[in-house]
């Protein structure tokens, strides 16, 4: 395994490699650099551990998705701020020599502009110029940012499983024997496969090693380890520990972090390793601990664990395993991921959905829930597919759907669509940085605000912004697939997507079966609800003139409290009220349908809008002036298609009725969070269990509980220190309570709690 | 004639006010004046203003649009005084405040305007065996909306649920009779003397509308505000084992500890409340100790609630 060496000697070992077959077919090419990344990419094991695979993060490296200069990269990137770092200190350490010095600045240079990102940014269209954002988010104050990653894969592992490595390998080079015109791409994988394979052998010999000098318990892993590595070097894994180390290894060497529907191709190995007596459950859980603990350390980010649901193969043995993953979820209470979620339906064994429960009584915010009768159905409308298909959907990160196996569906803009309000009522300035932006900095022609007399032209005009930056989204997406496709075939990945190896195609380059793609909006319940007052206000009571609430907005406020009282008191979506409701559902139809509707305008096959939210609607808020519902400039917008914080008051049945008006079969994913105490819980008939019956029933598809006192939050503020394992549910993800930053805190904290 | 009731508040997706998730409807106005009181704006039978103190920037708005001028500031702006007496009700001060700290408690609503509210929640009742409650302040005191409105919940077939002092009389009771499932029925005192002095009115009626809904074979649940140094007595627990006792037909006793949520909304209306000790959780076991080894038959239907 690799042993720590000279500073940067990885990222020059790949460089060079890139630059010596720059000539060549990409596959080629990044065969080639993924031979040098794999074997320089894996180090040794931890002490503790049951699965070999572990790896060190070099700076430069061909992934779908690396975190890097406070952004995400994709394909062939380099981290610069951490190269730069390295390079001072080679610059002081004396044992590195001028040469060095000056390869380590050559290859900074030459990925400044070869990188990725660079090239995807290269090819922006001159009508984006202005209303485009930065790539930097976080500082950045626009609509639409870029977001440059591939995320979100789910490999069919049963494949994996089944032909092993070396099946892998061998059938890609029958392949290329066949179809002389895309044997590069065939032997690509082969060679590939053969890296991976190199790297079990290398872990192989390294356990045995180990085991020599380990004291007798730990010889007993390290042998047991070392004979499951040689089993699954060259054949297909027969048993649960060989199926775990293959994925390991296989996941860590393409950086793929998503497990997904681990039950339903991980079921058959537990069953049968247990009736054959080869494991016990108490293996099963301290091997798959293991496992999830590698994947998280190794990941750094979103990762997902999906069990239940419609469409498994061997239903009854992935329940087992289901449950044995919930055995897994209690052992790692303070572990955040990977995110275990679980997925059910009417059909489905009804002890699998009351053990998920019984846990999330108990505080733990996983598994979440996602409900397949209402999923599927919408899978099958939102991304036009067979219910077969449908069935295998899945989901990543915050909650974003795809489709396992057949599809990608990584979000590559978020759209704020609080702050194109803002546009549309300072006529396309951004009153944050003076430029103009939107349709008429393209040099279309567009209405100005002056010139709109009811509240049916606001709608149309903030559509017709809207339905703008979708088409930015669009093209973006589009432009991020062709240029990542133009310079890799993601070997690892196509290997086990599906159409791929049959077609002979990369999955970027009309391979995939389905080429789907996402975008991330924000502050979908802030732009309604500040309809809604709009509505209100300025069209029904006259109480307020359109110049008026620009110049309230303006000055936040200030000065301004009796408007600000005004638009506080309109009604707000998440009170079952018919009107506020009525507009949040016209312009959720309305966004979900024109981001869908890009399908059309774009060689994707789905294009689809995903709610969901990290605390990105409390970064995003930050460049947001006050809103017209009433919301101070620079505070949190709302989150995923849940009410404003405290802004649903009349009881967690009116709020079930209003989020269950929104339809699911028009997105690729939507956050509902709902604060629970746990009295909820308590009893023989749980309130809890009424409420989320009736959510479900009803069309509710998915939903982010956090069972905490809202006691408990407020004296945590205070005294953190007693309140460690405090843990909330934010939108996409889980934290302690006490780890979140300020903003993010009085975010949760001031959503209603039930 | 129209009918209408006064409502103060209506709370879907309530778990506190009987079976299940429930929608309840307060009423506004009590013929008791029970010290510890709870809900104080619920007493009084007519619209009301309150005055969130919290709330108030003075910005003095109020004071300029008031007609009875009974908003009064110091000339500094250092404090707002409300002449709670002289008010109108005319709810001009509430709309203009821009904090919201002062609104008009009291609303009308008619028994057809209530049950379209109530149905909303019909698939979260029949989850969870909920349904309808009816509290107040004391709902017998408008016996007609509360029959009528009860028989149309009846209709649509949701349960249904009073909660009531039984301080009423006996035409009242037997006008909603046939139209409740369930009554959650308070037992405060067991003392003519200590109802004179805290609830201020007499227990005779109360005990004897208890007798008439449990005969009738009602469902009855006793709730029990144990208020420390006033009802935390073991005569008085004797004396709720006696009525479980006495009436089989009573499910259970609820103990419900006193809390001191009720004060800051006395002061919004203008009154000084009266302050009791909150018991500690040992007292709290004390007394579930205390039922539980009374060896009395009834103990078993004792229940600490809230």
């Known amino acids: 395994m690799y042993q720590s060496g000279r500073l940067l000697e990885r990222e020059l070992a790949f460089t060079e490699c890139y630059r010596k077959n720059a000539m060549e077919d990409k596959a080629v090419r990044e065969s080639r650099c993924m031979e040098v990344q794999i074997s320089t990419y894996f180090v040794s094991p931890e002490?503790?551990?049951?699965?070999?695979?572990?790896?060190?993060?070099?700076?430069?490296?061909?992934?779908?998705?690396?975190?890097?200069?406070?952004?995400?990269?994709?394909?062939?990137?380099?981290?610069?701020?951490?190269?730069?770092?390295?390079?001072?200190?080679?610059?002081?350490?004396?044992?590195?020599?001028?040469?060095?010095?000056?390869?380590?600045?050559?290859?900074?240079d030459f990925w400044r502009t070869e990188n990725t990102n660079t090239k995807i940014r290269r090819r922006f269209p001159a009508w984006w110029e202005g209303s485009m954002g930065g790539d930097a988010y976080n500082t950045d104050n626009a609509a639409i940012h870029?977001?440059?990653?591939?995320?979100?894969?789910?490999?069919?592992?049963r494949k994996l499983f089944s032909l092993g490595i070396c099946g892998l390998r061998d059938e890609a080079l029958r392949y290329a024997a066949g179809r002389m015109e895309q044997a590069s791409f065939y032997e690509g994988i082969a060679a590939v496969m053969e890296a991976v394979r190199g790297v079990i052998l290398d872990y192989r010999k390294e356990a045995l090693a180990l085991a020599a000098q380990a004291n007798e318990e730990r010889r007993v892993q390290l042998m047991q380890m070392a004979e499951v590595l040689e089993n699954v070097a060259d054949k297909p894994p027969v048993t649960m520990r060989e199926a775990v180390q293959l994925q390991c290894i296989y996941m860590l060497a393409c950086r793929c972090v998503e497990i997904g529907r681990i039950d339903d191709y991980m079921g058959d190995f537990y069953v049968r390793d247990l009736k054959a007596g080869r494991i016990t459950k108490d293996e099963a859980v301290a091997l798959l601990n293991n496992f999830f603990s590698i994947i998280e350390t190794q990941s750094g980010r979103d990762t997902r664990v999906i069990i239940g649901g419609m469409g498994?193969?061997?239903?009854?043995?992935?329940?087992?395993?289901?449950?044995?993953?919930?055995?897994?979820?209690?052992?790692?209470?303070?572990?955040?991921?990977?995110?275990?979620?679980?997925?059910?339906?009417?059909?489905?064994?009804?002890?699998?959905?009351d053990r998920a429960l019984e846990i999330i009584a108990g505080g733990c915010t996983f598994p979440m829930l996602y409900n397949d009768d209402v999923n599927v159905p919408s899978v099958m409308r939102a991304m036009d597919v067979p219910r077969k298909v449908a069935q295998q959907y899945s989901f990543f990160g915050c909650g974003e759907?795809?489709?396992?196996?057949?599809?990608?569906?990584?979000?590559?803009?978020?759209?704020?669509?609080?702050?194109?309000?803002?546009?549309?009522?300072?006529?396309?300035?951004?009153?944050?940085?003076?430029?103009?932006?939107?349709?008429?900095?393209?040099?279309?022609?567009?209405?100005?605000?002056?010139?709109?007399?009811?509240?049916?032209?606001?709608?149309?005009?903030?559509?017709?912004?809207?339905?703008?930056?979708?088409?930015?989204?669009?093209?973006?997406?589009?432009?991020?697939?062709?240029?990542?496709?133009?310079?890799?075939?993601?070997?690892?990945?196509s290997a086990l997507l599906d159409d791929c190896m049959a077609k002979g195609k990369p999955m970027l380059g009309g391979g995939l079966a389905h080429l789907g793609g996402t975008v991330e909006t924000y502050g979908n319940i802030t732009l309604a609800d500040s309809m809604t007052a709009i509505a209100h206000t300025v069209y029904q009571n006259h109480t307020i003139g359109m110049e008026r609430l620009v110049?309230?907005?303006d000055r936040n406020f200030d000065g301004y409290e009796e408007e600000r009282r005004l638009l506080l008191a309109a009604p707000k979506f998440g009170n079952d009220h018919e009107e506020a409701d009525a507009i949040a559902v016209r312009l959720h139809e309305f966004i979900c349908g024109t981001i869908r509707n890009q399908r059309t305008k774009t060689r994707m096959d789905s294009f689809l809008a995903v709610i969901i939210n990290n605390n990105m609607n409390s970064t995003l808020g930050r460049f947001v002036g006050a809103t017209p519902d009433g919301?101070?400039?620079?505070?949190?917008?709302?989150?995923?298609?849940?009410?404003?914080?405290?802004?649903?008051?009349?009881?967690?049945?009116?709020?079930?009725?209003?989020?269950?008006?929104?339809?699911?079969?028009?997105?690729?994913?939507?956050?509902?969070?709902?604060?629970?105490?746990?009295?909820?819980?308590?009893g023989e008939n749980p309130p809890a269990r009424a409420f989320l019956s009736v959510f479900f029933a009803g069309g509710g598809q998915q939903v982010n509980l956090s069972v905490v006192d809202q006691e408990d939050m407020e004296d945590a503020l205070i005294h953190p220190e007693c309140h460690e394992n405090l843990t909330v549910r934010v939108g996409g993800f889980t934290a302690r309570f006490i780890d979140l930053d300020e903003r993010t805190q009085k975010d949760v904290l001031s959503r209603t709690a039930y | 004639m129209k009918m209408e009731a006064l409502l103060i508040d209506i709370q879907r997706g309530s778990l506190n006010d009987g079976p299940g998730i429930r929608t309840t409807f307060f009423l506004k106005g009590c013929p008791l004046r029970c010290s510890w009181c709870h809900n104080p704006e619920s007493q009084k039978a007519a619209p009301q203003l309150s005055f969130h103190r919290?709330?108030?920037?003075?910005?003095?708005?109020?004071?300029?649009?008031?007609?009875?001028?009974?908003?009064?500031?110091?000339?500094?702006?250092?404090?707002?005084?409300?002449?709670?007496?002289?008010?109108?009700?005319?709810?001009?001060?509430?709309?203009?405040?821009?904090?919201?700290?002062?609104?008009?408690?009291?609303?009308a609503c008619t028994p057809e305007e209530a049950v379209e509210i109530a149905v909303k929640d019909r698939e979260f009742y029949e989850q969870s065996g909920g349904g309808v409650t009816l509290s107040g302040g004391e709902p017998l005191t408008q016996p007609d909306f509360s029959a009528a409105f009860l028989s149309l919940c009846q209709d649509e077939m949701m349960h249904t649920c009073m909660e009531t002092s039984g301080y009423a009389g006996k035409a009242a009771v037997e006008k909603v009779l046939p139209y409740v499932d369930l009554f959650y029925f308070d037992w405060k005192?067991?003392?003519?003397?200590?109802?004179?002095?805290?609830?201020?009115?007499?227990?005779?009626?109360?005990?004897?509308?208890?007798?008439?809904?449990?005969?009738?074979?009602k469902e009855v649940v006793l709730r029990c505000p144990i208020i420390p140094g006033v009802n935390d007595r073991e005569a008085h627990f004797r004396k709720i084992l006696s009525l479980l006792e006495e009436f089989p037909g009573i499910q259970e006793a609820q103990l419900l500890p006193y809390h001191d949520f009720g004060t800051g909304k006395s002061r919004n209306i203008g009154r000084q409340p009266s302050v009791f000790p909150v018991p500690s959780r040992e007292e709290k076991e004390e007394w579930e100790a205390w039922f539980s080894q009374s060896g009395a038959a009834g103990a078993k239907r004792v229940r600490l609630a809230g």
């Open chain 1, 47 to 108: 002490e503790g551990d049951l699965i070999a695979g572990r790896i060190s993060r070099p700076y430069v490296v061909f992934a779908p998705c690396l975190e890097g200069d406070g952004i995400d990269k994709v394909g062939y990137c380099i981290n610069e701020t951490a190269c730069r770092q390295l390079a001072e200190r080679i610059k002081e350490d004396a044992s590195y020599d001028e040469g060095y010095r000056l390869r380590v600045q050559n290859m900074i």
């Open chain 1, 146 to 157: 870029p977001l440059y990653r591939l995320a979100g894969v789910n490999l069919d592992f």
């Open chain 1, 312 to 353: 498994r193969r061997s239903e009854k043995a992935a329940d087992s395993f289901a449950m044995l993953v919930m055995d897994v979820l209690e052992v790692r209470k303070d572990h955040f991921y990977p995110q275990i979620s679980l997925r059910f339906c009417k059909d489905m064994n009804q002890a699998v959905y």
């Open chain 1, 401 to 493: 759907y795809m489709l396992a196996r057949k599809s990608i569906g990584t979000p590559n803009t978020a759209l704020n669509v609080a702050k194109i309000l803002e546009l549309v009522l300072h006529d396309g300035i951004n009153p944050a940085t003076g430029r103009l932006c939107g349709p008429a900095a393209a040099g279309r022609p567009v209405r100005r605000l002056a010139d709109i007399r009811d509240f049916r032209e606001l709608m149309e005009l903030v559509e017709e912004y809207l339905s703008f930056f979708i088409d930015i989204s669009g093209g973006f997406e589009e432009l991020l697939y062709d240029v990542c496709g133009e310079e890799a075939c993601f070997l690892q990945y």
């Open chain 1, 551 to 553: 110049e309230a907005l």
């Open chain 1, 631 to 682: 919301r101070l400039a620079g505070t949190f917008l709302s989150n995923g298609v849940s009410p404003y914080n405290g802004q649903d008051r009349e009881g967690v049945t009116a709020l079930i009725r209003s989020l269950t008006k929104m339809d699911t079969s028009i997105h690729a994913g939507g956050n509902q969070n709902m604060k629970f105490s746990p009295r909820m819980f308590r």
């Open chain 2, 54 to 107: 919290e709330r108030c920037t003075l910005c003095g708005r109020c004071r300029e649009i008031c007609p009875a001028r009974v908003h009064r500031m110091e000339p500094d702006r250092a404090s707002h005084q409300v002449d709670f007496e002289d008010c109108l009700k005319c709810g001009a001060c509430a709309a203009v405040c821009p904090t919201n700290a002062m609104k008009v408690i009291g609303r």
């Open chain 2, 189 to 217: 005192v067991s003392t003519e003397e200590l109802a004179g002095e805290y609830l201020g009115v007499p227990l005779a009626p109360i005990l004897e509308n208890l007798k008439l809904l449990c005969r009738a074979g």
